[in-house]
T-cell receptor, first 114, second 115 residues
Framework: GENVEQHPSTLSVQEGDSAVIKCTYS??????FPWYKQELGKGPQLIID?????GEKKDQRIAVTLNKTAKHFSLHITETQPEDSAVYFC?????????????FGQGTILTVHP | NAGVMQNPRHLVRRRGQEARLRCSPM?????VYWYRQLPEEGLKFMVY????????ESGMPKERFSAEFPKEGPSILRIQQVVRGDSAAYFC?????????????FGPGTRLTVL
């Protein structure tokens, strides 16, 4: 089955700096890669996703890149703000054979210091 | 448009009791997924259901756990004879299952504590 590795496990940045979180996946057939933000005591919130037919996607201060050859994808947050502090999870899915079974990374605790 | 709703938000059970977790998907969504999150870990897939059908239960423990999504009413995750190792946060997600059906939207979770 699919296996997703996420790094780093913790990330501390100063307000205004950029943050990058990286994930690798094992199943080359995976074709959908969402990123979730989870705040303390809440459920994961979908913040951005990318499909295997594109290499990059942006939404304001966040962007995701995908390298299918290397089987890794990354989340980039620019101009970080204290409210970006949360746990971030990447996930992967093969929509052809596992319609709904998201495989998650272990999570990254992002702390943005004012 | 209300999001995914889960109740109860917190549930305390003693060992051997039953736990019932409920999930109401977003309006218009007919696909429900359950995930479990152990303390300081990522989310692990448990089961995927459509109305009245279990599509994929490959992540469900073989014993004591069951799930349903009836024609009317919320999806139910049922844990019989709970043990301390069942203590976790259980999240439900839903998707429309059409077009952009890959997007899963999560509820706030039920935090189960087994004493």
């Amino acid at each position: 089955g699919e296996n997703v590795e996420q790094h780093p496990s913790t990330l501390s940045v100063q307000e205004g700096d950029s943050a990058v979180i990286k994930c690798t996946y094992s199943d080359s057939a995976s074709n959908y890669f969402p990123w979730y933000k989870q705040e303390l005591g809440k459920g994961p919130q979908l913040i951005i996703d990318i499909r295997s037919n594109v290499g990059e996607k942006k939404d304001q201060r966040i962007a995701v890149t995908l390298n299918k050859t290397a089987k890794h994808f990354s989340l980039h947050i620019t101009e970080t703000q204290p409210e970006d502090s949360a746990v971030y999870f990447c996930a992967a899915l093969n929509t052809g054979t596992s319609y709904g079974k998201l495989t998650f990374g272990q999570g990254t605790i992002l702390t943005v210091h004012p | 448009n209300a999001g995914v709703m889960q109740n109860p938000r917190h549930l305390v059970r003693r060992r051997g009791q039953e736990a019932r977790l409920r999930c109401s998907p977003m309006k218009g969504h007919s696909h429900v997924y359950w995930y479990r999150q152990l303390p300081e870990e990522g989310l692990k897939f448990m089961v995927y259901l459509q109305k009245e059908n279990i599509i994929d239960e490959s992540g469900m423990p073989k014993e004591r756990f069951s799930a349903e999504f009836p024609k009317e009413g919320p999806s139910i995750l049922r844990i019989q004879q709970v043990v301390r190792g069942d203590s976790a946060a259980y999240f439900c997600a839903s998707s429309p299952g059409q077009g952009r059906g890959n997007e899963q939207f999560f509820g706030p979770g039920t935090r189960l504590t087994v004493l």
